[in-house]
């Protein structure tokens, strides 16, 4: 008996360690920080690769590397920082363009509004419907916005 209920409950532990291991990713999880934009991950790559060729200049000094790998490690790491500065600013563009949209549209908002504005309330049945409709959204009666003053 004491031997039955020891084996149920190491199994039931081996099942709760194991369980979230084996099971599949949920869909819309990411494993990244909530905060890591583009930007901030391209700003990180690139730092780790700055930190690389550091390192790789010193064990060249070192003498733990030959000339010939040196060469072609820093070539390689020199290429993609290139590469990752390249996609900063390009995204660096688009934050500028959105930008632009944004005080575009802030000041499209900013604009004082007509003194008249249609009226898109159902003579029928009295539902105002949100703008613009061609039909009645409660009883699809076909509406005809007349002018109200504001």
């Known amino acids: 008996m004491l031997l039955g209920i020891g ?3 190491t199994f039931t532990l081996v099942v709760l360690v ?3 291991l084996l099971a599949p990713e949920i869909a819309g999880f990411s494993t990244l920080p909530v905060d890591v934009t583009p930007q901030i991950d391209l700003k990180r790559r690139r730092l780790v690769l700055y930190e690389n060729l550091q390192d790789l200049e010193f064990e060249y000094k070192a ?3 030959s000339a010939e790998d040196y060469n072609a490690l820093r070539v390689d790491y020199t290429a993609e920082a ?3 500065m390249a996609v900063s600013q390009d995204l660096e563009i688009t934050s500028t363009e959105e930008a632009l949209i944004e005080r ?8 004082p ?3 008249s504005v249609p009226d898109y309330t159902c003579p029928q049945c009295g539902f105002e419907n949100p703008l ?3 039909f009645c959204g ?3 009666v076909a509406i005809v916005p007349r002018e109200r003053k504001v």
């Open 138 to 140: 409660e009883c699809g």
């Open 113 to 115: 509004k007509s003194a």
């Open 82 to 84: 290139a590469q990752l």
């Open 7 to 9: 084996i149920l409950i």
């Open 18 to 20: 194991v369980a979230p």
């Open 104 to 111: 575009a549209v802030a000041a499209r908002r900013a604009r």
């Open 63 to 65: 003498g733990k590397l």
């Open 132 to 134: 613009p409709v061609k």
